[in-house]
């Protein structure tokens, strides 16, 4: 199906160990932003990117690191896994320019770390 | 420092109802307005949405209200019905000049519609 897709949709990892949460669109959008959805605090910004080569942090980007060599694909890497990283993570993506605003966002991923 | 503040956290309103959620936000160079609904287990897609060129956007049973020199602005939900039951989160960016930013949201609203 076209659209954003997100991998794996459940992860549950230990503490200190290396995870990629993979994100991709298929519709040449280029911005993409990752986000992470805590209970309190809403949806926040981990990292987005304009375009391919293009990173920027978010809100709250300590402990990921994300790239984007293909336009399509924007995974995020949590080096080493920290409880406080248990969260909803939601992948969006958006067309550049002032024509269409629209964010879409993926149907996120459940980790646990554990 | 959010930059933008949601409320109520939680909303019961009776089926038939007006659900009113509101939102506030502090840089005054915000000129996009969106509010996304979200239902569970599933990612936010965008609702409504409005500029700051106009006061009030309907969509249906959906209305943003806009008031720019209180830098407030609140989606109202006519005739509320249980399908409506979801998080509602508004957001705010800067979508003027190539450097669009990225939304900064509000930290929802849980909405339930009972019968």
């Known amino acids: 199906d076209a659209g954003i897709t997100q991998s794996p949709r459940y992860k549950i990892t230990e503490t200190g160990r290396q995870v990629t949460l993979m994100c991709h669109q298929t519709?040449?959008?280029?911005?993409m932003f990752w986000y992470r959805q805590d209970l309190g605090h809403g949806l926040r910004l981990i990292y987005y990117?304009?375009?391919?080569?293009?990173?920027d942090k978010g809100e709250v980007p300590d402990g990921y690191v994300v790239s984007r060599s293909k336009t399509e694909n924007f995974p995020l890497t949590l080096e080493s896994a920290t409880r406080s990283q248990t969260s909803v993570y939601f992948c969006?993506?958006?067309?550049?320019?002032?024509?269409?605003?629209?964010?879409?966002f993926g149907p996120g991923t459940r980790l646990t770390v554990t | 420092q959010q930059q933008v503040k949601q409320s109520p956290q939680s909303l019961i309103v009776q089926k038939g109802g007006i659900s009113i959620i509101n939102c506030a936000y502090e840089?005054?160079?915000?000129?996009?307005f969106p509010w996304y609904q979200q239902f569970p287990g599933k990612g936010p897609a965008l609702l409504i949405a409005?500029?700051?060129?106009?006061s009030e956007k309907k969509e249906g049973r959906f209305t943003i209200s806009f008031n720019k020199s209180a830098k407030q602005f609140s989606l109202h939900i006519m005739d509320s019905q249980p399908g409506d039951s979801a998080t509602y989160f508004c957001a705010a960016s800067i979508l003027r000049n190539s450097g669009n930013t990225p939304l900064v949201f509000g930290k929802g609203t849980r909405l339930s519609v009972i019968a």
């Open positions: 990117s304009a375009a391919a080569d293009i990173t």
């Open positions: 969006a993506s958006r067309v550049r320019g002032q024509g269409s605003h629209e964010q879409y």
């Open positions: 840089n005054t160079a915000f000129d996009y």
């Open positions: 519709w040449s959008h280029s911005y």
């Open positions: 409005i500029r700051p060129d106009v």
